[in-house]
């Protein structure tokens, strides 16, 4: 049978199940990444595993997140995750070295291979063709401690991609004008395949661009094939003996096509506040902003960076506006230090950050109050930069560029290419190898700030609590665990984040979860509840605080996995209407609770009426959510 690209490097790592869509596989996971907000919890739980080295051919271990060391929290993360790195034979990455996902692009992703990674935009890696998935902290301590990873077969959406880009157009308006037609949720379930003769206009950064956006789209993942454009990415940083041409088989089968005309992509703007809020820039054009911030995961390649310099070269930032620079990795920083570009940054006014995420979670550079913020990032979601009242647009960094020189929202115009290095020196100063397994120590280092992580209980038979809030559409994962400057530090103690919960939505939800501290409850959602971050926290700090249950009208996919690992039921509204009947403070009973979670569907009672709600568990799912999460399955198991 003619097969997906995806569902011949499924195949070739599947461990067990068959590729029938919808059911459980398990697969060998090539290499794993965490980042330093999610690892902190993926190595306790690494820890909690038992395990004495990664089963993984490559894991590396990223610090990037948190990096503002405004006191000794943050600094003993990365010193709890430099220790555990050494202790299972992982890579460490030091502040400093860059944003996980560039760095793993330039130095260790390749095609064909199989990574799980702590984040949501893992799937950047897909740009070079390997498929490459976010996940919660423990499906990746999984991952590190088995090598295998358990997921759902998914349905795979080919985006054919025709024509050629324009100039001054790139991949950033492409993923944004794909946004516009499928929308937030548009890409739940699948993985965004990419083919077509366009593909030849887009190189391997541009690539990476779209795959890391796919985040935004809800999907499993994004993937290119494997070209001569992949083959010059990898020559260029001396690693093409990882080079395999790869792609669909002729004819291959897709559960959905989708074509885009590259020729039609225009520079685009995602406005205020959800990646999906699709504007052209023609359309808001004129907008006055405050600050502009070019970075980020999805755009801080030395190709972004380039055209970056090459709009702000003799030119001078507006007086209004505080332009941020963050290149993705400390091998762009050094490159662009050594052509000049840096210096052609600096001189038109910019402030140059460090390569780390910074701005992109609210790690410093808030806005203004109420202040508009044009940024090259990725998540535009309300409060993530910091600022609640801040209005943030999303774009290509050649349009932000452009605009801080103007200090309005401006089309980029046509940006001269420039030559790429023959060759990139690539900067390894920044890692750490592992020692050979019997030199390695055998402690971690864990100081006040890293606390035990909660732990779910064995599912009981009925439960009564009350609905402990009702939220809208879309609700993401910022909203249920807040991040930035003052709670990224505590991403390793749950007990502090928790006062901070759904902070975005209510600013009592820490008090109602103590008010009924006797029986917990449950928290209800809409349509695509939990998108966004990976971060598992959003399903912790919820067990911590009592919640058994989220009853929602639809999940997005790593939330739900994380409300399982944690032992807490996710559950679907039957019919969307009942939501409508729900309010605050409901008394909620469930009376056979391990029946609807056996049978995958049942009924909940709120507020005396009966709703019917779906569980659709995975046998496995099921075991997990019975033994009251994924650490209490693996130890009876
Ligand atoms: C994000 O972009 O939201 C993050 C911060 O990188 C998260 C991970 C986290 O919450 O630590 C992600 O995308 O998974
Ligand atoms: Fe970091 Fe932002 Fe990318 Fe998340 S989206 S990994 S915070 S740069």
Not at 368 to 381: D, H
Not at 594 to 602: A, E, M, P
Request: with cysteine; charged share 20%; proline share 5%.
């Amino acid at each position: 049978m003619a097969h997906s690209l995806t569902y011949k490097i499924l195949q070739d790592h599947l461990i067990e199940g068959s590729l029938i869509p919808g059911e459980d596989i398990v697969i060998r996971m090539d290499q794993t990444l965490t980042q330093d907000s999610t690892g902190t919890m993926a190595y306790l739980q690494l820890e909690a595993l038992g395990v004495d080295e990664v089963a993984t051919e490559l894991s590396v271990a990223y610090v990037d997140h948190n990096m503002l060391q405004s006191g000794f929290e943050n600094a003993d993360d990365h010193e709890f995750i430099r220790s555990a790195a050494a202790k299972y034979g992982i890579v460490f990455s030091k502040p400093g070295g860059g944003i996980c996902h560039q760095v793993h692009l330039e130095q260790f992703a390749r095609p064909g291979a199989t990574l799980l990674g702590s984040d949501s935009h893992t799937p950047t890696a897909g740009g070079l063709g390997a498929l490459a998935i976010g996940a919660g902290g423990l499906d990746v301590a999984v991952a590190m401690a088995k090598g295998r990873y358990t997921l759902a077969v998914p349905k795979v959406m080919n985006i054919r991609l025709t024509g050629a880009l324009k100039p001054g157009v790139n991949g950033k308006d492409v993923i944004l004008t794909i946004l516009k037609e499928l929308t937030v949720k548009g890409g739940t379930g699948y993985v965004l395949e990419y083919s077509g003769d366009g593909i030849q206009s887009l190189r391997v950064t541009d690539r990476a661009t779209i795959c890391n956006m796919g985040a935004e789209l809800g999907a499993t993942t994004s993937i290119f094939p494997s070209d001569e454009h992949t083959l010059d990415f990898l020559k260029r940083r001396r690693r093409e003996e990882v080079y395999l041409p790869l792609s669909a088989d002729e004819g291959a089968h897709y559960d959905k096509v989708v074509e885009i005309d590259l020729s039609s992509v225009v520079p685009s703007v995602a406005k205020p506040h959800l990646p999906d809020e699709y504007a052209e820039v023609a359309e808001v054009a004129g907008t006055p902003i405050d600050q502009v911030a070019i970075g980020s995961c999805t755009n801080s390649s030395y190709q972004d960076m380039m055209r970056v310099a090459s709009i702000l070269k003799g030119n001078k930032v507006h007086e209004r506006v505080s332009l941020t620079i963050s290149p993705g990795s400390a091998t762009i920083l050094k490159t662009l230090a050594e052509n000049g570009a840096l210096a052609d940054m600096i001189g038109a006014g910019a402030r140059i950050l460090e390569s780390a995420c910074g701005p992109c979670i609210g790690m410093g550079q808030a806005p203004k109050s109420a202040g508009v913020s044009l940024r090259s990032f990725n998540r535009n979601f309300k409060g993530r930069s910091g600022t609640k009242d801040a209005q943030v647009y999303l774009a290509s960094p050649e349009t932000c560029a452009a605009s801080a020189l103007l200090g309005h929202i401006a089309s980029p115009g046509e940006v001269a290419d420039f030559p790429e290095p023959e060759f990139y020196d690539l900067t390894t100063n920044y890692f750490t190898y592992p020692l050979p397994k019997d030199q390695r120590p055998t402690e971690t280092v864990k100081g006040p700030n890293i606390q035990p992580f909660p732990l779910g209980s064995p599912l009981e038979e009925a439960y009564r609590g009350v609905v402990l809030l009702k939220t809208q559409d879309n609700v993401t994962t910022d909203d249920i665990t807040p991040s930035g400057a003052k709670l990224l530090p505590f991403r390793s103690n749950v007990p502090k984040l928790a006062h901070h919960a759904f902070e975005t939505l209510v600013d009592d939800f820490y008090e109602r979860a103590q008010k009924y501290s006797a029986t917990g409850g449950i928290v209800v959602g809409g349509e695509n509840y939990g998108q966004g971050s990976s971060r598992e926290h959003a399903a912790l700090v919820p067990l911590y605080l009592g919640v058994r249950a989220v009853l929602a009208k639809s999940f997005a996919r790593i939330h739900r996995s994380n409300l399982i690992n944690s032992g807490i039921l996710p559950l679907v509204f039957e019919h969307h209407e009942d939501y409508d009947l729900i309010q605050d403070f409901q008394e909620v009973k469930i009376e056979n609770m391990i029946h609807l979670v056996k049978n995958g569907r049942g009924t909940v009672t709120i507020d005396g009426r009966d709703i019917s709600v779906v569980g659709n568990f995975s046998p496995r799912e099921e075991a997990i959510l019975l033994a009251g999460g994924y650490i209490n399955y693996m130890r009876e198991v």
